[in-house]
RNA sequence: GCACCUGUAGCUCAGUGGAUAGAGCAUCGGACUUCUAAUCCGACGGUCGCAGGUUCGAAUCCUGCCAGGUGCACCA
């Protein structure tokens, strides 16, 4: 691995083991990234203790055992017992170049491990909103990274394509005749067909008397209703697709697994627990009560997995889901990015679920909280009106916005080009914004910030890369072509090539925090660093041949870091903005 | 009442137990005959909610309190 910080890590572990004998080899080095040096290993002042010693005196030995001349070039002892190290340029230069060549861009390959992950989670005639719009961002950026770690990921998009709301569905679909424009409503604005659906259950005894009855049709297995069922499933996929299509997301018709794919195992899921005593009735409900949950008044609270009418609920499905993760897919790891809120839930399946044996100690299932996303009120995000807002409706608007600014500042390019580009730079600043903050707070949702070139924001990324594209264009050559060599006399050339450095470990700290919005920090600090790089350096005009085959080198490699760190993000770079 | 999450610059947010807590926006001042000035540089701005504790060292770990949010039996 290229990355210094493991590098480092090892060579002092080396020499802690030299010094102190084999019981500290495995010692934490503390190795920290210093605004004295380039890194600082902090590992003497921890160990002074235990070895009953000063820690610059311990300091001193851990140097004195120290073997890193091919990689440093200072190394100074400072503070209370602070190691600074300073890194070689040539090292430096040495590592980058490796990033250049490498077609993972200095990201290794983890162990494979089979990794479900449960995103997304629309349901079939409603509309998506911005809950769901950032558990489909994250989770997608949580799927596509650890692909490229290697992992065997399957995406499950647990729809919610059973359930109750299905008799008022279908009947409201017979009423409207199959192939209607009501129908087909579906497809664009769903909302507009469940409303109407819900309007009249509401007010219409006898159709709400069908509804009961058509529920009780699709769970006996009815073939008239379910082919009805799927109908209204199949519609929905439409819409699901074109929202999917729109943010560039990677979810197809092969992810779907929606609740009713679990139907035949609910029944079997009840009687077991039943059978192994874990769950018992309550108030005619089959509930599984677990140590520890408890809820107002000191109440136990159950875990229902069997209503008092015999039907089942989210609970009984998603203990169906850790079993067939478990089972069927094999699952090392299981993700489950939904909302914050659903959090005891989880914790309830997940202890339910042990206590039957379906979640062995060896997978470990995590809870990916998604936080809400709020107005500029400090509240849930809402249209002017009240209403909440329409998630295409929204992509669109970001769409737009990015087109005025693009019509204001492109006027060179053609129409297509700038539709093109617009279309990038919305969509790319909405899941960058839901992607660059933790996932795990609410946070505030503002176009203008989102939209912007400056700060933290993926149209900031992706004009950078646009730049460095431009770059290549006026030069005539492609990136492939810079293969360097790379030498690095000008700090701000050092500064970048150190930057590079790090896009492997910080892909690596992804996938085990499950963290993309470390790398969106991360590629916005290689941004900068770049951009202050581009200020300093010129690169086509650089005074002599050498010079300027080792800055386009750099850049190449600061590209191919940006365009692959953004598309682990889902965000596209337009080759021109 | 119980549980979980959050509290860091005027605003939006980062921050791996390490030295003087960082970005972006906003404000103020500067930079364009130079590879995309939609980009950059500088300045200003902090009792890290409060109080204890652990530690050589705490925004970070522990306890208590305060404030906000969310959840807590048959919707999912």
């Known amino acids: 691995m290229a990355d210094p910080q493991e590098v480092l890590s090892r060579r002092v572990q080396s020499a802690l083991g030299a010094a102190f004998g084999a019981d500290y080899a495995e010692t934490d080095p503390v190795i920290r990234p210093s605004q004295f040096a380039d890194y600082q290993a902090n590992a003497a002042l921890a160990l002074a203790k235990r070895l009953g010693r000063k820690p610059r005196d311990v300091a001193a030995d851990i140097v004195a055992h120290l073997d890193v001349d091919d990689v440093c070039r200072e190394v100074e002892i400072s503070g209370p017992g602070f190691v600074n190290l300073t890194l070689r340029e040539e090292w430096i230069a040495d590592r980058a170049q490796e990033v250049l060549a490498d077609p993972r ?107 009961r009855a058509r529920v009780v049709a699709l769970q006996s297995g009815d073939p008239e209703t379910l082919r009805l069922w799927r109908e209204l499933v199949d519609l929905s996929k439409v819409y699901f697709n074109r929202i999917y299509a729109k943010l560039d997301v990677t979810l197809t018709d092969h992810d779907l697994a929606g609740e009713s794919i679990y139907n035949d195992m609910l029944a079997p899921v009840c009687d077991e627990l039943e059978r192994k005593g874990i769950a018992e009735l309550s108030d005619g409900a089959l509930c599984v009560f677990l140590d520890g949950f408890t809820g107002r008044e000191g109440k136990p609270v159950p875990l229902i997995v069997r209503k008092s009418d015999g039907g089942y609920g989210y609970g009984t499905t998603d203990l169906a889901t850790v079993k067939y993760r478990v089972e069927q897919l094999k ?21 339910a679920a042990r206590a039957a044996g379906w979640l062995p100690d060896d997978v470990t299932p995590f809870h990916v909280q998604i936080g809400n996303v709020l107005g500029s009120d400090g509240k849930i995000l809402r249209t002017r009106s009240g209403e909440p807002i329409r998630l295409m409706s929204l992509l669109d608007e970001a769409v737009e916005r990015a087109a005025k600014v693009v019509a204001e500042t492109r006027p060179d390019l053609d129409e297509e080009s700038r539709t093109a580009i617009a279309r990038e730079v919305g969509i790319g600043a909405v899941k960058y914004a839901d992607l660059s903050v933790s ?65 492997g470990s910080t892909v690596h700290l992804v996938g085990d925090s499950l963290e993309p919005h470390r790398l969106c920090g991360y590629l916005f600090d290689l941004a900068q660093t770049f951009t202050a790089f581009y200020e300093k350096c010129p690169v086509l005009k650089a005074g002599d041949g050498a ?11 600061t590209l191919r870091t940006l365009v692959q760190g953004l598309e682990l993000l889902g965000v596209h770079a337009p080759e021109r903005m």
């Open 331 to 351: 699952a090392d790891r299981i993700l489950y990015v939904i909302g914050a809120p659903q959090a005891l839930h989880l914790q309830m399946v997940w202890g």
């Open 439 to 503: 996932h795990d707070t609410e946070y505030t949702f503002d176009f203008d910030r989102m939209l912007a070139l400056n700060g933290n924001t993926g149209p900031y990324l992706q004009y950078a890369a646009a730049r460095i594209r431009s770059i290549f264009r006026k030069g005539e050559l492609s990136p492939e072509e810079a293969t360097g060599p790379i030498t690095l006399t000008e700090p701000a050339e050092r500064e970048l090539a150190l930057a590079l450095l790090g896009f």
């Open 105 to 211: 861009v200095g990201v290794p390959r983890q162990d494979r491990q089979n990794i479900p992950i449960d995103y997304s989670a629309p349901n079939v005639a409603k509309e998506m909103h911005v809950g769901h719009l950032r558990t489909t961002v994250v989770g997608d950026a949580l799927a596509r990274t650890l692909e490229f770690l290697g992992h065997n990921v399957i995406r499950q998009n647990h729809i919610g394509d059973w359930g109750t709301p299905f008799g008022m569905l279908i009947e409201h679909l017979l009423d409207t005749g199959e192939h209607s424009a009501e129908a087909e409503l579906v497809k664009s604005d769903p909302n507009a067909f469940y409303q109407a659906a819900k309007a009249k259950f509401d007010e219409s005894e006898e159709f709400a008397a069908r509804a």
């Open 547 to 557: 010079t300027r085959a080792s800055r386009l080198a750099l850049t190449a490699a």
